[in-house]
């Protein structure tokens, strides 16, 4: 995330650090999440399929060809959608 370039706050938990703002939303923050409001739910992408990651961004294991992703969703939904896949440039189907 450091090297990103992209503005986040985050905060330590016992499970590594959770990211609570990402390119200043939500524009201010006290807590990571905060009761009825939304948050940003990590997920590991593996051979093109996403899961909820079991830990923080920063105890997260990659392995090549994996990757991270955030998605900002709403603190009443209880099987948060992914993050879309990229898009392969140059792909041909």
């Known amino acids: 995330m450091d090297q990103s370039g992209i ?3 985050a905060h330590q938990l016992s499970s590594g650090k959770a990211v609570c703002q990402v390119d200043h939303e939500p ?13 940003w739910a990590l997920f ?4 093109g399929k996403w ?12 392995h090549d060809a994996e990757g991270l ?3 900002y969703v709403s603190a009443s939904d209880s ?3 992914p993050p879309p896949l ?3 440039t140059g792909a041909t189907s």
């Open 51 to 62: 899961a909820s990651a079991p830990n923080g961004f920063t105890e997260t294991k990659l």
């Open 7 to 9: 503005q986040y706050g």
């Open 79 to 81: 099987s948060p959608a």
């Open 69 to 71: 992703g955030w998605r």
């Open 86 to 88: 990229p898009r392969l």
């Open 27 to 39: 524009q201010q923050y006290s807590q990571c999440f905060p009761q009825s409001q939304p948050y």
């Open 44 to 47: 590991v992408e593996t051979n």
